[in-house]
């Protein structure tokens, strides 16, 4: 059983930075992804971001290529999320989520089975 602690978040201007870290306890196995995903009231939870804990392949929502990175410390066990140039449409509630094998692909909120509990993204106009 993994566990997810997500930090980081806040209010901030356009144009900003925030970065957002996820912490991470129970084994985290070399297949795994770890992703971040994001939701707005109202709507449905999206994909932002994943990476894959062994070899390192990233992968981005069209809409934060070029502005966000993912990366993952092995050694302590983290997961961030690098946040840059946001914009107001970047406003969420932002997840921290681990895949165990993935069956729909990392970017399918469906292959994920653990979630933290979110940190909400505030960008002002």
């Known amino acids: 059983q993994v566990n997810l602690v997500e930090s980081g978040g806040g209010l901030v201007q356009a144009g900003a930075s925030l970065r957002l870290s996820c912490a991470t306890s129970?084994?985290?196995?070399?297949?795994?992804?770890l992703g971040w995903f994001r939701q707005e009231p109202g709507k449905e939870r999206e994909f932002v971001a994943a990476?894959?804990?062994?070899?390192?392949?990233?992968y981005y929502t069209e809409s934060v290529e070029g502005r966000f990175t993912i990366s993952r410390d092995a050694a302590m066990n983290t997961v961030d999320l690098q946040m840059n140039s946001l914009k107001p449409e970047d406003t969420a509630v932002y997840f921290c989520?681990?895949?165990?094998?993935?069956?729909?692909?990392?970017?399918?909120?469906?292959?994920?089975?653990?979630w933290g509990q979110g940190t909400q993204v505030t960008v002002s106009s």
């Open positions: 990476v894959h804990w062994r070899n390192n392949k990233k």
């Open positions: 989520a681990a895949a165990t094998t993935a069956p729909w692909g990392p970017t399918n909120r469906r292959s994920y089975d653990a």
């Open positions: 129970g084994t985290i196995y070399s297949q795994y992804h």
